[in-house]
């Protein structure tokens, strides 16, 4: 007598229930993978920002000019992932701050990163990591 050949139902659940919780696992992790490549948006804009006070300050001596007007900041970063803010803003210094917005503040360990004109990078949230990963 010749036995069928193929899957039985039991066979079939357990592949689908090996798949479920690898996806359980894999999915998470994923997500803060995109989350942390998304923060280059960021660096990217805050460095570009960082820039254009330096320019600002070499060419007026200031920060604020009182004459002549320097370049404006990005008010989001090149893929909308941040909105950025200059706050602080003296003859000598400033803060950038790049605050997560839409889909990336889910990014709550590193949700705000922020630099001021000494080059002090700082992020609220929790993570002590945001700058360096």
């Given at each position: ?23 359980a ?12 490549s998304?923060?280059?948006?960021a ?40 909105s950025?803010a ?7 210094t400033?803060t950038?701050?790049?605050?997560a917005?839409?889909?990336q ?8 990163l ?12 929790g ?7």
């Amino acid at each position: 007598m010749r036995r069928p050949s193929g899957f039985t139902l039991i066979e079939l659940m357990i592949v689908v229930a090996i798949i479920a919780v690898l996806t359980a696992i894999a999915y998470p992790a994923y997500n803060r993978y995109v989350l942390r490549s998304h923060r280059s948006d960021a660096y990217a804009v805050l460095n570009q920002d960082q820039t254009l006070m330096e320019r600002c300050y070499a060419q007026y001596f200031s920060y604020a000019p009182t004459t002549g007007a320097c370049p404006a900041i990005a008010a989001t970063s090149p893929e909308k992932y941040y909105s950025v803010a200059l706050t602080n803003v003296t003859a000598t210094t400033y803060t950038l701050t790049a605050t997560a917005i839409g889909a990336q503040a889910a990014d709550t360990g590193c949700a705000t990163l922020s630099v001021d004109q000494a080059g002090n990078k700082t992020a609220t949230g929790g993570s002590a990591n945001c700058w360096g990963s």
